[in-house]
Nanobody
Framework: QVQLVESGGDFVEPGGSLRLSCATS????????ISWYRQAPGKQRELVAL???????YVKDSVKGRFSISRDNAKNTVNLQMSSLEPEDTAMYYC?????????WGQGTQVTVSS
């Protein structure tokens, strides 16, 4: 079955960096677009970045220049590199894939940015 496992979340001070990873299994990784979403307390889940199976990428405007997304088709993983973190980046970060008509989510990894 499709599985997505996020890791790398942590508590960091403003200006810090983190690298989130999403390990996947159960589907043809190289043929699917993988996305990172985040949800802050009291807010809706929002798309942060995605990496298309064709190589195209998208990064939300508010994090452009600070966040980047990459994928490793050999390891079936997608990484979200985050730098110059701000308190507004505090959220649960989720990995997502849409496969065969169904939407799949990981359990999330918590990122907290605070001094």
């Amino acid at each position: 079955q499709v599985q997505l496992v996020e890791s790398g979340g942590d508590f960091v001070e403003p200006g810090g960096s983190l690298r989130l990873s999403c390990a996947t299994s159960g589907f043809t990784f190289s043929a699917n677009t993988i996305s990172w979403y985040r949800q802050a307390p009291g807010k809706q889940r929002e798309l942060v970045a995605l990496h298309s199976h064709t190589g195209g990428t998208y990064v939300k405007d508010s994090v452009k220049g600070r966040f980047s997304i990459s994928r490793d088709n050999a390891k079936n993983t997608v990484n979200l590199q985050m730098s110059s973190l701000e308190p507004e980046d505090t959220a649960m970060y989720y990995c997502n894939v849409f496969v065969d008509g169904s939407n799949y989510w990981g359990q999330g990894t918590q990122v907290t940015v605070s001094s």
